[in-house]
């Protein structure tokens, strides 16, 4: 992996030298993961070689402050982010949280160029992108739930299948 803390971008650039503004990153990396399958395991073991060699991660049971809106601290961190490492597991997309998040990071990396390298955590790339077995099973317990509207849910197939489509790392058991 390229040393992600040597490539931050400088927050001096003059406003008058740029139409758009620049990001100003608070974290190298934000790491989007299902707890339950990954938090106390793999995550945690990235989580700590990262901040071992100086690069600041951004992992939610780490870096929220007690007493802010956890939706809108995640949401911030992630536009504040270089990378995201969204580290997809089998039960992944029974989260919505975990879809909200990865809703934002494809819509980041669209605007800011947010560069996104997943990890397909025992579960194949194509199961993703096509959201079959496990991916399917969470989406039709999704469609029961009338608190979520089928829009919201077509943006999380949208980028599921887009960060599918990234070339990423794939860990099986063997």
Request: glycine share 4%; aromatic share 10%.
């Amino acid at each position: 992996m390229v040393p992600l803390s040597t490539q931050r971008a400088s927050s001096s650039v003059p406003p008058s030298s740029s139409t758009s503004p620049r990001p100003q990153w608070t974290y190298d990396v934000f790491l989007n993961f299902h707890g339950e399958d990954t938090g106390k395991s793999f995550t945690d073991h990235l989580y700590t070689a990262l901040e071992k060699k100086g690069i600041i991660a951004f992992k939610d049971d780490e870096k929220l402050e007690r007493g802010k809106y956890i939706s809108l601290e995640l949401l911030k961190a992630i536009r504040e982010s270089m990378y995201a490492i969204p580290i997809i597991s089998k039960n992944y997309a029974s989260s919505r949280w975990c879809l909200i998040e990865l809703a934002q990071i494809v819509e980041c990396m669209r605007e800011t160029g947010l560069t996104v390298l997943p990890v397909f955590y025992h579960v194949d790339p194509s199961e993703v992108r096509n959201q079959t077995g496990a991916f399917a099973e969470a989406f039709a317990r999704h469609e029961e739930d009338p608190n979520i509207d089928m829009e919201k849910m077509q943006t999380w197939r949208v980028a599921l299948k887009e960060v599918g489509n990234i070339s990423g790392w794939h860990f099986h058991l063997r």
